[in-house]
């Protein structure tokens, strides 16, 4: 079982994590993250939006994972209003 993780800040920057991938802000809210070597298959990804530094986000604000593929995945994170922003986000990718 092969696990890759990290927290990301809102400009694309690695803050932590297992060091085995890259990431690259590639437009408002729009990230792409690559594994360094490829999964056998397609991983799991799962990741919340971090680091917002207000009691006040509002669980609509959201992160989503449209491409999850063997070499990497894309994230999108945003607003509560479906607006597309830079936001510090984490993630665990799980697979083979």
């Known amino acids: 079982m092969k696990i890759v993780y990290g927290n990301i800040d809102k400009n694309g920057n690695i803050v932590s994590g297992s060091g085995d991938f890259t990431v690259e802000n590639v437009g408002a809210g729009h990230y792409k993250v690559g594994f360094k070597q490829a999964f056998y298959l397609a991983?799991?990804?799962?990741?919340?939006q971090t680091d917002y530094d207000s009691s006040n986000q509002s669980p609509?604000?959201?992160i989503?994972?449209?491409f999850v593929e063997t070499t990497g995945f894309s994230?999108?994170?945003g607003g509560a209003n479906g607006s597309f922003?830079?936001?510090?986000f984490s993630f665990i990718a799980i697979g083979e």
């Open 85 to 88: 922003q830079n936001r510090s």
């Open 64 to 66: 989503v994972f449209p």
């Open 60 to 62: 609509l604000d959201n």
């Open 75 to 77: 994230a999108n994170v």
């Open 43 to 48: 991983p799991s990804v799962v990741g919340s």
